[in-house]
């Protein structure tokens, strides 16, 4: 079987990377050195980032037991855990209320640890009810734009996991419940997305869309620009006037709400800036998920948010130090009908695979680390099997402080 | 079970979706490029923002604009854009409402910010609607359709159905009007026969049941379901003999460090418990394979496996994709 040849980009291929023989990746500014963060009482919210399916709830758990067991009274909010992860810290059900995680061994029984998974829609309700008179809260929950925004359209839950951290952390100032919460973020079209949610709803709250939505309830329509009519008429054709009357009714009910919805999204945004926060970058080592931690660091730098590293997960380093060369040049001296040399030989090809993986990894590490000198990084090895029980996490977390 | 995707069929919009992290880009491309054996023309779609395209084809940041990415003997193309919901939104505009000084109206009141960045939901619409658009073109002077199939680079698994199903829930909002009914012929066209989702994943625990949870809600939206497609999967360099030995112990420490003097290689204990190591390490690794393989099997949606490109993906490794994706019985 053949695949359709390629001629048109072909002349385009890159020369194949010069291969790097270093064993472990350059640490320009030194590990990150996990338990001193954890440790300092200083530290207050721990937020882990990065791209989907680099391990980063998995990383937010092992960190918030780790953190419980070393003395801290931690609160991790989940997004959206693999069942089994969230099995693991008693989450059976989803009821959007930190819960106690039971079987916790924690240092001179000082630590606590309490777990909780983000429901967005009920988040949403809450600040609603907690917010808005009961008649209007009633028209806002019935609103069916409001039923849609809440429940079904993707980037709600990066505004709700920023509201719900702002609600976390006043109650950790308020009853010393907590001293630590640490934040898996939402598997977002970008990794972005989290931080941009406080901004986007400022934006949305400043727009002039909106506040042309919601003048027609407060005075006469003289007072709009020429460009009024074309809007509505627009709106109406584009959305059907009833869609418009549903989003203007929303909007108008909702206005109550906007001021303390802003006032909180900036707090939120203002306390993530500040000491007391750290953000962990977690990737694993291939192309795309460095690409993604590259583009974060460059953020978080830029914004001055405070980057305590880069955790990179999975990496497989090989427990033999034979070069990929020598075990395949010996692979080749074997005798291949030979039971037991075969075997061998087979070995040393196994072996010789795993180390070709490592320079691939230790080459994109490099890469991040020339790129991002100033930023503290630890590789931590990957684990045969996914984790699904707190010994488990346990274990990353212990891979996490002493990495590979 | 493996299945070929390319033909018989009558697929033409191919939905690729998957866990982060699983290759989902690089299978999108692949089956792009088996698609376009025989002369056809594909377009190649991405719709995060994410320049994945560009990178997998080696070529510059794609605008929005359609452009080969490659060419496939006997003519076919390979066609990508990179959805951008603003654009996609003004153009709209243009295309169905001659929007003149309306559409810079909407654009100085913050309609088009708000719509593409802010509301919820209305970003998903539209790149949804482009890819209708796309799938649905036809030009020419024969007026047969520009594209012979379209392949979507879609979000990850987790909010595949979600953004599919998005414009059932705007149809279920708007009543009424233009965009209800485009709404409505996108959903046809979604959960039509000429529509089919595959799922990326790989034989790992949470990535397998990340698919069988998107099978799942696919199907409870009557989201046409078309393959699991296993990716990077390792070839192994230990045959059947070489795993019995190793498991039943008849290779050991000594049995090595006997092969590796015959090898020229000096067996220190290190190297030879490294090795030994390794191996048992990689039977483990193949046994949690094994078992995932099992569990897909239990499946009813045809399964294709594609194996790990070990030096990384480039094009080369793509044709090779392409080559198993189109299946055997091809020219």
Redesign the interface.
């Known amino acids: 079987?053949?695949?359709?040849?390629?001629?048109?980009?072909?002349s385009?291929?890159?020369p194949?990377p010069r291969v790097v023989r270093a064993r472990t990746a350059a640490l320009a500014a030194g590990p990150l050195d996990v338990d001193a963060l954890l440790d300092d009482s200083q530290t207050h919210i721990i937020v882990c980032c990065g791209?989907?399916?680099?391990g980063k709830t998995t990383a937010s758990a092992a960190l918030a037991l780790r953190a419980a067991e070393r003395g801290r009274r931690v609160c991790v909010l989940t997004i959206?855990p693999?069942?089994?992860l969230a099995q693991s810290m008693g989450l059976s059900q989803l009821d959007n209320t930190p819960r106690p995680v039971g079987g916790t061994r924690s240092l001179r029984g000082q630590g606590s640890l309490d777990a909780m998974m983000l429901d967005m829609k009920r988040t949403f309700d809450e600040v609603v009810v907690a917010h808005a008179s009961p008649a209007k809260a009633q028209q806002i929950l019935t609103n069916?734009?409001y039923l849609?925004?809440s429940s079904?359209?993707?980037?709600?839950q990066e505004y709700m996991a920023m509201e719900k951290l702002g609600q976390l952390h006043a109650e950790s100032v308020g009853s010393g419940r907590w001293d630590l919460i640490v934040v898996d973020t939402p598997?977002s079209?970008?990794a972005m997305d989290f931080l941009d949610a406080p901004e986007?709803l400022s934006?949305?709250l400043d727009?002039?869309?909106?506040r042309?939505l919601l003048t027609p309830t407060r005075g006469p329509a003289r007072i709009f620009s020429s460009?009024f009519g074309?809007?509505t008429?627009?709106?109406?054709?584009?959305?059907?006037?009833?869609?418009l009357a549903?989003v203007q009714t929303f909007v108008a009910a909702f206005d109550t709400l906007f001021g303390g919805f802003r006032q909180r999204a900036e707090a939120t945004y203002e306390r993530l800036k500040a000491r007391g926060t750290a953000f962990v970058v977690v990737a694993?080592p291939?192309?795309?998920?460095l690409r993604e931690a590259a583009y974060f660091v460059e953020r978080l730098t830029r914004e001055q948010m405070p980057l305590a590293g880069l955790v990179v997960n999975r990496v497989d380093p090989?427990?033999?130090?034979?070069t990929a060369e020598?075990?395949l040049a010996?692979?080749g001296?074997?005798?291949g009908a030979d039971?037991?040399?075969?075997?061998?030989?087979?070995?040393?090809?196994?072996?010789a695979?795993?180390m070709?993986?490592q320079d691939?990894e230790a080459h994109l590490q490099r890469r991040f680390a020339a790129a991002h000198p100033s930023v503290p990084s630890i590789a931590v090895p990957a684990l045969?099997?996914?984790v699904h029980d707190l010994d488990g996490l346990r274990r990353v977390g212990e891979l996490l402080s002493t990495g590979v | 079970m493996t299945a070929a995707l390319v033909r018989p069929s009558g697929i033409r919009l191919h939905i690729v979706t998957g866990k982060g992290g699983t290759g989902k880009t690089t299978v999108a491309g692949g089956l792009a490029m088996a698609l376009a054996c025989d002369g056809k023309r594909v377009l190649l779609c991405e719709v995060e923002g994410r320049q994945g395209i560009a990178q997998l084809f080696d070529v510059a940041p794609l605008p929005y604009a359609e452009r080969t990415v490659a060419v496939v003997p006997g003519g076919g193309e390979v066609w990508a854009l990179a959805i951008d919901a603003e654009a996609a939104l003004l153009e709209y505009l243009e295309m169905f409402y001659r929007l003149g000084r309306a559409g810079k109206a909407l654009d100085r009141f913050g309609v088009i910010d708000f719509a593409t960045t802010i509301a919820p939901g209305v970003r998903d619409v539209l790149l949804t609607g482009k890819v209708y658009e796309a799938a649905r073109r036809r030009g020419g002077k024969d007026g047969n359709r520009v594209y012979d199939a379209v392949v979507v680079d879609a979000p990850p698994t987790g909010r595949i159905t979600r953004f599919l199903n998005v414009n059932a829930e705007v149809a279920g909002l708007a009543k009424v009007g233009p965009i209800r009914k485009q709404a409505d012929s996108i959903m046809t066209l979604m959960r039509s026969r000429h529509t089919a989702v595959h799922l990326v994943t790989v034989l790992e625990d949470m990535p397998v049941q990340e698919a069988l949870d998107g099978i799942k809600a696919l199907r409870d939206a009557d989201l046409p379901v078309g393959r699991v497609i296993v990716n990077m999967v390792r070839r192994s360099p230990l045959d059947g003999a070489a795993r019995g030995a190793l498991s039943d112990g008849t290779i050991d420490a000594a049995a090595i460090e006997v092969a590796l003097h015959k090898a020229g290689i000096d067996a220190s204990p290190l190297l030879v418990d490294g090795l030994l190591a390794e191996g048992y390490d990689h039977l483990e690794r193949l046994a949690l394979q094994e078992e995932q393989r099992t569990i897909l099997s239990g499946v009813d949606v045809p399964v294709i496996e594609l194996p790990l490109a070990a030096d990384g993906v480039d094009l080369g490794m793509l044709d090779d994709l392409a080559g198993i994706l189109a299946g055997p019985g091809l020219p």
């Open positions: 079987m053949t695949g359709p040849n390629r001629t048109g980009a072909a385009r291929r890159q194949a791209s989907g399916g680099v959206d693999a069942r089994r069916p734009f849609a925004l079904s359209f993707a980037g709600t598997p079209r970008s986007r934006s949305l727009g002039r869309f909106i042309l460009g074309a809007i008429s627009t709106m109406s054709k584009l959305l059907g006037a009833q869609v549903d694993t291939e192309p795309d998920a090989p427990a033999a130090s034979l020598e075990a010996g692979a001296r074997l005798d039971p037991a040399q075969a075997a061998v030989a087979a070995l040393l090809r196994l072996h695979d795993r070709r993986l691939r045969p099997s996914d």
